[in-house]
């Protein structure tokens, strides 16, 4: 796909994407993806305008231009997420070019992103998250790597972290104290409190664990002392949901998305909840109001008398 980038358009790309990570903080994964959804715009337009001809093309496109490229990522089985997304992408990086090549932006700013529903977390029940963390630790035959996964689970659940994110602890972090500095996503640094019972998961995988903690290395460790891969906590969480007759939505992420909804349900400040996801946006956070409602609605039609 690439090939059919002339040079100048793909040092433009480049360009943009240092810039998205130096003055944004953007996250490798987004950045992939980014390149990924704009490398397409790229080439869809420059083929679309009869071959390689630098930033030519950009730099005239019409209405019709954008619509062809929208049906085109429609014919390709993209939904209305996706292409949303793909729309953001190319628009940002549009803005961007705008500002240092001079073109008119309107066209491509001024096109409609796509409605979609936005899809609402899934929590597990308390009973259910507590179940999945037991589940979790007896799936497999070697004692410390049960240990492991569970307190890896244990993490998501009881601090709210992101898989990528309790994967990227350190043996510097040891031994864990009340809180914890935790990098996001833009590398985006927040304190989370640590509970005891996420503490002593901890604990007890330490000191199964055969691999000696170093403060620049790895704390969850694979098989053979290499840095944890995400794929086998999720692939446990999968036995796990599937031993307890859980849906397809309980996965490690699910236990995050758990943790905040609990929460809430415990009277817990949104703004505070916020903090500990590390979400940038309270409408982010907001979702998990929905999910709360949804909740009590279903508890009020099963147990109002006159429901």
């Given at each position: ?70 049906a ?9 997420r ?75 659940y ?96 699910a236990m ?34 929905a ?17």
């Open positions: 796909m690439t090939l059919a980038i002339a040079p100048q358009a793909r040092d433009a790309l480049e360009n943009w994407l240092a810039a998205a990570r130096a003055l944004n903080g953007a996250a490798d994964n987004t950045l992939t993806a980014y390149r990924a959804d704009v490398v397409e715009f790229i080439t869809f337009m420059t083929l679309h305008h009869g071959g390689t001809e630098g930033l030519g093309p950009l730099s005239r496109l019409t209405v019709s231009d954008m619509r062809a490229w929208m085109h990522v429609r014919g390709g089985g993209a939904g209305s996706s292409m949303a997304r793909k729309l953001s992408a190319v628009k940002s990086f549009y803005r961007w070019l705008a500002e240092r090549e001079g073109y008119e932006p309107t066209v491509v700013l001024s096109t409609r992103t796509p409605k979609f529903q936005k899809k609402l977390p899934r929590p597990l029940s308390q009973d259910a998250a507590r179940a999945m963390i037991a589940s979790v630790e007896s799936q497999s035959l070697t004692d410390w790597i049960g240990l492991r996964d569970a307190a890896v689970v244990t993490l998501l009881g601090c709210g972290l992101r898989i990528s994110e309790a994967l990227s602890l350190t043996g510097g972090d040891l031994p864990l104290g009340e809180s914890l500095r935790i990098t996001g996503k833009g590398g985006k640094e927040r304190i989370v409190p640590v509970l005891p019972v996420a503490r002593a998961a901890v604990a007890r995988y330490i000191t199964a664990c055969p691999y000696t903690p170093e403060p620049d290395a790895a704390l969850f460790r694979g098989a053979r002392g290499r840095k944890l891969n995400p794929r086998l906590i999720q692939k446990v969480t999968e036995n796990a949901r599937m031993q307890l007759g859980l849906p397809a939505t309980a996965t490690p992420h995050r998305h758990s943790f905040a909804t609990h929460l809430l349900s415990a009277g817990g400040d949104l703004r505070a909840i916020q903090e500990l996801l590390g979400h940038a946006s309270l409408s982010t956070t907001q979702a998990y109001t999910v709360d409602t949804l909740h009590l609605m279903k508890v009020y039609e099963a147990t109002h008398p006159k429901a």
